[in-house]
């Protein structure tokens, strides 16, 4: 099968709504050969406390982000890293939804490639599974795992998963 390079991403953030809640993670990784390669990935300090309920989800406290850089000092990092290659996330419209906000907002560049959601393939791939989260999937695909909702593992999560779809597809 042939591969294409492409970038797994994933943010973490201090709840679900964009217009209150901030990113607090964002981490990408590079794909090519069909092989996990070259990480981004950093911790943002939000500009606000992480709820708790949110801590609990994904483990970051506001401990762990105090020294850590702002989003807009981030963008162009993230952007530069995955240049114009195509980019994968897994609920990629939430994720989406809070780069969108942090361009707009600091007058950033985006990153200029395609963006896939692997939900939305695995939904067409699979119609008849359970469920789609990533931690579904990566067990239906026994996808070998560490930790999920942390930004690098779930980015990592999100590419293998993209792999398997692409064999499917």
């Not at 996990?36 to 401990?63: K, M, N, Y």
């Not at 560049?109 to 959601?117: C, E, K, M, Q």
Request: proline share 5%.
């Amino acid at each position: 099968m042939p591969f294409f390079d492409f970038v797994a991403f994933d943010v973490e953030t201090t709840g679900l709504d964009v217009e209150r809640d901030a990113i607090v993670e964002i981490a990408a990784v590079k794909f090519s050969a069909g092989e996990a390669g070259e990480v981004f990935e950093s911790l943002i300090h939000p500009g606000r406390s992480i709820p708790l309920q949110s801590t609990r989800i994904h483990g970051i406290t506001d401990e762990m982000v105090e020294d850590s850089p702002m989003i807009s000092e981030i963008m162009g990092s993230f952007t530069g890293f995955c240049g114009d290659l195509i980019l994968v996330a897994h609920h990629a419209p939430f994720d989406v939804q809070f780069l969108a906000w942090a361009v707009e907002r600091y007058k950033t560049r985006a990153p200029a490639g395609v963006i896939l959601d692997s939900c939305a393939i695995a939904r067409q791939v699979c119609p008849d599974l359970f469920g789609y989260s990533l931690g579904s999937l990566v067990n239906h695909f026994r996808i070998p795992h560490s930790r999920l909702h942390r930004a690098v593992a779930d980015a990592a999560h999100c590419g293998e998963l993209f792999l398997k779809l692409l064999t499917l597809l």
